[in-house]
């Protein structure tokens, strides 16, 4: 079945350390995303690639940093200088313009 | 800015009352209006794109409908199985891209 997957489902990361979230899709889109959701707030950007081996940042990229060496990955990293990274994390990835995002079933990652 | 407002917050209805979900938008240059369907712990699942005003669309006990300023999803007959979060996204060109906006959503609660 085609989809989106992220792994791991929850993360705990310690202060100071660097984490990576993965994310891999076979649906063959080219347009992939990060978002972040935190409790009262709306689905925010962090950083979007509309092509292999191109990315943008989006609205919240401060302490966050991707890659985009395959069609099919778009790894994020959630860096120490990230000063509240304690979110529920979504990759999702559409067909292009005017079309639906599918989502993957996100990563929740906690800083303990 | 493009903005998004979703009300209520919440709803709770009883197995059977229907009701509708608002969904305000501002934005310039409206390219699709989207609603997903999000249960606890889970990605968002797509339901609807709606792309011009008048516009509608069916599926099971849900229909959106879209005006130039709002779209509405109504609920009829809800059953226990509909309670999640019901988020709204509105598609509009930003600096050479197609933004994706979402609204916080409305946690809807249907009792048996």
């Known amino acids: 079945d085609g989809g989106i997957t992220q792994s791991p489902k929850y993360l705990f990361r310690k202060e100071g350390q660097n984490v990576t979230l993965s994310c891999e899709q076979n649906?063959?889109?080219?347009?992939m995303y990060w978002y972040r959701q935190d409790p009262g707030q709306g689905l925010r950007l962090i950083y979007y690639?509309?092509?292999?081996?191109?990315?943008q940042k989006g609205d919240i990229a401060e302490g966050y940093s991707v890659s985009r060496e395959k069609k099919e990955s778009f790894p994020l990293t959630v860096t120490s200088a990230q000063k509240n990274p304690t979110a529920f994390y979504l990759c999702a990835s559409d067909m292009g313009v005017n079309t639906e995002a599918f989502f993957g079933q996100g990563t929740r990652l906690t800083v303990v | 800015e493009d903005q998004v407002t979703q009300s209520p917050e919440a709803l709770r209805l009883q197995e059977g009352e229907s009701s509708s979900l608002n969904c305000s938008y501002t934005?310039?240059?409206?390219?699709?209006l989207f609603w997903y369907r999000q249960d606890p712990g889970k990605g968002p699942e797509f339901l609807f794109t709606?792309?011009?005003a008048g516009e509608e669309k069916e599926k099971e006990r849900l229909k959106a409908t879209l005006t130039k300023k709002e779209s509405f999803l109504h609920i009829t007959a809800p059953k226990p199985e509909d309670s999640a979060t019901y988020l709204c996204a509105v598609q509009a060109p930003t600096g050479g891209y197609q933004k994706v906006t979402f609204g916080i959503g409305t946690k809807l609660q249907v009792i048996p």
């Open positions: 709606l792309y011009s």
């Open positions: 649906l063959n889109h080219d347009a």
């Open positions: 690639s509309q092509i292999v081996n191109d990315f």
């Open positions: 934005v310039s240059g409206l390219r699709g």
